[in-house]
């Protein structure tokens, strides 16, 4: 019986202590950095600021990130390490529909996680200048050509432009649920593609 128990998944003492031990500092600073970058843009906001609001030093800031843009990284390296997956895959595949599909699909699952750091990189002129929003921009960039393909044609750009804008204005919109419009959103992407 007692190996039942240990089969039935009650966890050892190691995950049930990750699961209630609190943030670790690293991880403090960086929602907060999130929050106040998408507030108040990257150049707006200050070490002191990231720090305040969480009863550290700057000091103590240094001790996990060496400085602002290091922050900016940590706070993207998600979407970086999705974007290069994307765009890895990409690499794999021919441009059929059920291609298009699936790179859509992996595009509106990074913007769904978090469309918040999306736009940070989209909008924010500051976050493009950095070292990690020039290596985003680069993904980006692969991403639309690999979505306008071999031809160089402008009705080809407009498409790919259009699929890109669906999703991403789409997940931008208040109360559109990513697990309930998923399909629709996708799926009208991939039409303009291959309209």
Known sequence: MAGDEAVAG?????????ELAPPD???LILQRARDLFARQGYRGTSVRQLTSGLNLTPAA?????????DVLA???????????????????????????????????DLLARDI???????DDVDVQQSAVGQRLRAQARDLFVWLTGPSSEVEDRIRAAGAVGTVRLSLEQSGVDPDVHRDA???RALRIMTD
């Open 10 to 18: 009650t966890g050892d003492w190691s995950e049930c202590a990750s």
């Open 185 to 187: 959103i996708v799926g």
């Open 74 to 108: 940590g706070v993207l390296a998600s979407m970086e390490r999705d974007g290069e997956t994307i765009i890895a895959r990409m690499g794999d595949l021919e441009r059929t529909p059920e291609a298009l599909r699936e790179v859509l699909d992996r595009f509106f």
């Open 61 to 69: 800031l240094y001790y996990h990130f060496t400085g602002k843009e």
């Open 25 to 27: 500092t690293r991880d």
């Open 116 to 122: 918040v750091a999306f736009r940070l990189v989209a």
